[in-house]
Every structure is written in C-alpha cells, then in structure tokens.
C-alpha cells in the first residue's frame, strides 16, 4: 500500500473535476459536431441545373428562362424554382439574376413603360443596361448578378451565380 493517501477534500476535487470534464466534452461534442458536420458530407457533383430552353433558341433579346432544382434544409426537401434572363453576345450565352440589387424586387426586360433595351425595376424606377449593369441616377446599388451556364446536348445549363463581369 502506498503512503500517500487521498484526503476527502482531494478526493472531491478529483471527482468534481472528472465530473465537470465528461459535462463539459458532452456539451461541447455535439457543438463541433453541428460545425463541421456540412464540411465533411459529400456532395454529388455539378452545381449546374439543366433547363428546357435549346441553345439554338437563343437569340441577342433576353428572353426569361425558368429553371427549376432541388433544395435541401436540413432534413427538409423542396423543390425551388429560379428565373434567369439568358441572351447571346455574339457567340457567347448570357445569363443574369433577375433580382434588383436595390431591394430584391424582380427585374424585367423592356417593360411596358418605355424603357427599351433595358431591364426594369417596377419597385423604386431601378434600371439596368443589357449587360446588367445599373443606370446611374437610378436607385441600384451594383450590377445584376451573373449565372455560369453551359451546353449539355442542345440544351442550355445554369449554374451559380457570380458577380457580374460584363461591366
């Protein structure tokens, strides 16, 4: 038997301590878990959503493309549905947000209130050029967004959205 005995006092602090630890790991785990947990799921591949708008439909006025993906929040699915207002510059397919940087309103190509060749903002007069990007004087704060697209058997695929670099 050893000569160093445990006073009750030390033998409480040892126990409190081992206590609060497995407390504490048992708060903490499932904190680090809910963190890291989205970084390490897989992802299937491709961020990009096919659409049913042909390639060779596509001309130099935007026309609005409706595409719609997959969402999923936690444990809940929904199928979300998205606009694009998709045109070709030359050889190059353009596709923008429809969303006003003002205040999230949806924009509109040529509306009926004379604004030709421009994207409209009913909600506070915003305008936009072709290539999205805002009319000075107007209430905008920055250029509409772009979506990354690509072709897949004719048929045109939208991707996420990025800055816009048209302007």
């Not at 949806?106 to 209130?113: A, G, L, R, S, T």
Request: proline fraction near 6%.
């Amino acid at each position: 038997m050893s000569n160093n005995r445990v006073s009750r006092r030390q033998f409480l602090s040892y126990t409190l301590t081992g206590v609060g630890g497995f407390m504490a790991a048992g708060m903490l785990m499932p904190m680090v878990r809910f963190a890291l947990d989205p970084v390490l799921q897989k992802h299937e591949g491709g961020d990009f959503v096919l659409t049913e708008q042909k390639i060779a439909d596509i001309t130099e006025a935007p026309i609005k493309v409706d595409f719609t993906f997959e969402q999923v929040d936690a444990w809940y699915k929904a199928d979300v549905t998205n606009t694009a207002w998709v045109y070709k510059d030359g050889d190059v397919i353009v596709a923008l947000s429809p969303v006003c940087k003002h205040l999230g309103c949806m924009v509109d190509w040529e509306h009926k209130d004379g604004n030709k060749n421009e994207f409209f903002c009913p909600c506070h007069a915003g305008r936009y050029t072709k290539n999205g990007g805002n009319i000075a004087g107007t209430p905008p704060l920055g250029p509409l967004d772009e979506f990354e697209v690509q072709e897949k058997d004719g048929y045109l695929m939208i991707g996420p959205s990025k800055p816009n670099t048209l302007v």
